[in-house]
């Protein structure tokens, strides 16, 4: 049964920097060619944030472009997301998981929130 496990949440005040780490249970980040970061609002649905593919090729959500930096380390087994000039929209809990996504691999995510 693999299932991802994520860390680093907190409280951040507008502005700051936060960093997520994301590892394998039942399985290695290695295994999967993309990795993804995905969010969910209150009151809102779950939205894609960062992915990085197997050759290291990036891609972000228009809202987190030059703000936001994802990683991944195979050999550590882990995926990063480096989250810099926060804003409080980027209030949100933060999942990793495979891209494209898979129901079964959800995690409880990691809180993020941003504010004064």
């Known amino acids: 049964q693999v299932q991802f496990v994520e860390s680093g949440g907190g409280l951040v005040q507008p502005g700051g920097s936060l960093g997520l780490s994301c590892g394998a249970s039942?399985?290695?980040?290695?295994?999967?060619?993309?990795m993804g970061w995905y969010r969910q609002a209150p009151g809102q649905q779950r939205e894609f944030v960062a992915s990085i593919n197997g050759f290291g090729r990036t891609n972000y959500a228009d809202s987190v472009k030059g703000r936001f930096a994802i990683s991944r380390d195979n050999t550590k087994n882990w995926v990063h997301l480096q989250m810099n000039s926060l804003k409080p929209e980027d209030t949100a809990v933060y999942y990793c998981?495979?891209?494209?996504?898979?129901?079964?691999?959800w995690g409880q995510g990691t809180q993020v929130t941003v504010s004064s």
């Open positions: 039942g399985s290695s980040i290695f295994d999967f060619y993309g």
């Open positions: 998981n495979c891209v494209p996504a898979r129901d079964d691999y």
